[in-house]
């Protein structure tokens, strides 16, 4: 067996998800607490595109103009994969969060969030399908302000009610 650590390859499983874990080099730091030395890791690699492709999976907006910019609508029927609980039959909100700021940035491409706000007026079940919108409210020279929601089935068939709504600020480049 051997004895190198970065030898080995280790899979690491996060809700679903199989990747290899890494390995990564760390630096001491002292933080001042009776001279303990404390760990701080070098994160040496990127995001995975793969995951992030696999969290983005049904995602096909379709856009409109806007007198502001562009307007976007994507409905999305998660996979199981996809369907990141917190609470049993209760959609996780950072994965929500992603979702949201993913539509903005594509209304107002290029352009980097600033601020994004979320408010959640109720839990989103995993099983249904959801609404994805986004439209500008404002432009102020690079900044772009956006409003989003998450919308899920009501009660009436075809009708889709706020479960997410989001506030953001998107700045874009300089010419």
């Given at each position: 067996?051997?004895?190198?650590?970065?030898?080995?390859?280790?899979?690491?499983t996060?809700?679903?998800?199989?990747?290899?874990?890494?390995?990564?080099?760390?630096?001491?730091?002292?933080d001042?607490?009776?001279?303990?030395?404390?760990?701080v890791?070098?994160l040496?690699?990127?995001?995975?595109?793969?995951?992030?492709?696999?969290?983005?999976?049904?995602?096909?907006?379709?856009?409109?103009?806007?007198?502001?910019?562009?307007?976007a609508?994507?409905?999305?029927?998660?996979?199981p994969r996809?369907?990141?609980?917190?609470?049993?039959?209760?959609?996780?909100?950072?994965?929500?969060?992603?979702?949201l700021?993913?539509?903005?940035a594509d209304?107002?491409?290029?352009?980097?969030?600033?601020?994004l706000?979320?408010s959640?007026?109720?839990?989103?079940?995993?099983d249904?399908?959801?609404?994805?919108?986004?439209?500008?409210?404002?432009?102020?020279?690079?900044?772009?302000y956006l409003t989003?929601?998450?919308?899920?089935?009501?009660?009436v068939?075809?009708?889709?009610?706020?479960?997410?709504r989001a506030?953001?600020?998107?700045?874009?480049?300089?010419?």
């Amino acid at each position: 067996m051997s004895r190198h650590f970065a030898a080995r390859v280790i899979y690491q499983t996060v809700r679903g998800y199989q990747g290899q874990a890494l390995p990564y080099k760390t630096s001491i730091v002292y933080d001042g607490v009776r001279g303990i030395p404390k760990r701080v890791p070098k994160l040496s690699v990127e995001p995975s595109q793969d995951l992030l492709r696999s969290l983005l999976q049904g995602y096909t907006p379709t856009f409109r103009r806007h007198p502001l910019g562009m307007e976007a609508d994507a409905v999305i029927k998660l996979t199981p994969r996809q369907q990141m609980c917190y609470y049993d039959g209760k959609m996780f909100g950072g994965y929500l969060a992603l979702l949201l700021d993913r539509i903005l940035a594509d209304c107002c491409r290029p352009a980097v969030t600033a601020y994004l706000n979320t408010s959640f007026a109720q839990s989103v079940p995993p099983d249904v399908p959801i609404r994805l919108r986004a439209w500008p409210e404002r432009v102020e020279g690079r900044k772009v302000y956006l409003t989003a929601s998450i919308q899920i089935p009501g009660k009436v068939e075809g009708e889709f009610i706020d479960a997410v709504r989001a506030n953001a600020l998107f700045v874009r480049p300089r010419s």
